[in-house]
C-alpha cells in the first residue's frame, strides 16, 4: 500500500501516517491505496486536515517539496541516461529498426514518467521546466537518431523521400 501511496504523490510525515493534497486529481490513486489495504486485511481512513500554523504548513510543504526535487533530479539524470545511450548507438553505428524501437520505447516511458510526476508536482515546481526541457531534448535527438537509421537502411533521406542520385522511393510498410 505504501508504494500506491508514494506513486500517488503522497509523503510519509510519520509512521503509518502520509499526506497529500485534498482533490479529485489524487483520488483513484486513493481508492487503489483503500482496495489494497482491505485486501491486506488493513484499513484506511482519510482525514481531511488543515495545518493550524506557518510551522506546520512550511514542514508539509517542505516534505512535499523535497520528495518532488528528488523525484525530478531523478528524472533528469534519466534522460542524461537516454542521452548517453544514443549517443553509443550513433558511436557504434547500430543504425537499425530494432535498436530504434527499443530506443522509442525507451522515450515512451521517460514520458509516462513525467506525465505521472507533472501530476503529482501540485507545487509546480521550477525542476518540472528543466526536466520539461531535458524532455524535449530527447525527443529531439531520438528523431535524429531516427533518421540516422532509416538513411543507413533504406540509403534515403526521410524528409525529402529520396535516394542518392534524386530516385523517389517508396518505403516498404513493412520495414518501417
Given at each position: 500500500m505504501?508504494?500506491?501511496?508514494?506513486?500517488?504523490?503522497?509523503?510519509?510525515?510519520?509512521?503509518?501516517?502520509?499526506?497529500?493534497p485534498a482533490g479529485p486529481t489524487f483520488q483513484a490513486d486513493l481508492d487503489r491505496a483503500g482496495e489494497l489495504c482491505r485486501n491486506g486485511g488493513g484499513s484506511l481512513v482519510i482525514i481531511d486536515a488543515s495545518p493550524r500554523d506557518d510551522a506546520s504548513a512550511s514542514m508539509i510543504r517542505d516534505a512535499f517539496m523535497a520528495v518532488r526535487v528528488d523525484e525530478w533530479t531523478e528524472f533528469t539524470a534519466d534522460c542524461g541516461?537516454?542521452?548517453?545511450?544514443?549517443?553509443?548507438?550513433?558511436?557504434?553505428?547500430?543504425?537499425?529498426?530494432?535498436?530504434?524501437?527499443?530506443?522509442?520505447?525507451?522515450?515512451?516511458?521517460?514520458?509516462?514518467?513525467y506525465r505521472d510526476l507533472k501530476k503529482r508536482d501540485v507545487l509546480e515546481l521550477p525542476e518540472a521546466k528543466s526536466a520539461e526541457s531535458r524532455?524535449?531534448?530527447?525527443?529531439t535527438l531520438l528523431e535524429g537518431y531516427a533518421e540516422q537509421v532509416y538513411q543507413a537502411v533504406h540509403g534515403v533521406s526521410e524528409d525529402t523521400g529520396t535516394a542518392p542520385g534524386g530516385k523517389t522511393v517508396i518505403p516498404d510498410e513493412r520495414t518501417s
Amino acid at each position: 500500500m505504501w508504494r500506491q501511496l508514494r506513486k500517488s504523490g503522497a509523503v510519509p510525515v510519520s509512521t503509518g501516517v502520509w499526506a497529500l493534497p485534498a482533490g479529485p486529481t489524487f483520488q483513484a490513486d486513493l481508492d487503489r491505496a483503500g482496495e489494497l489495504c482491505r485486501n491486506g486485511g488493513g484499513s484506511l481512513v482519510i482525514i481531511d486536515a488543515s495545518p493550524r500554523d506557518d510551522a506546520s504548513a512550511s514542514m508539509i510543504r517542505d516534505a512535499f517539496m523535497a520528495v518532488r526535487v528528488d523525484e525530478w533530479t531523478e528524472f533528469t539524470a534519466d534522460c542524461g541516461k537516454f542521452e548517453a545511450e544514443i549517443a553509443r548507438e550513433i558511436q557504434k553505428k547500430k543504425f537499425t529498426f530494432a535498436e530504434l524501437e527499443e530506443e522509442e520505447q525507451s522515450l515512451d516511458r521517460l514520458r509516462r514518467w513525467y506525465r505521472d510526476l507533472k501530476k503529482r508536482d501540485v507545487l509546480e515546481l521550477p525542476e518540472a521546466k528543466s526536466a520539461e526541457s531535458r524532455l524535449r531534448a530527447c525527443s529531439t535527438l531520438l528523431e535524429g537518431y531516427a533518421e540516422q537509421v532509416y538513411q543507413a537502411v533504406h540509403g534515403v533521406s526521410e524528409d525529402t523521400g529520396t535516394a542518392p542520385g534524386g530516385k523517389t522511393v517508396i518505403p516498404d510498410e513493412r520495414t518501417s
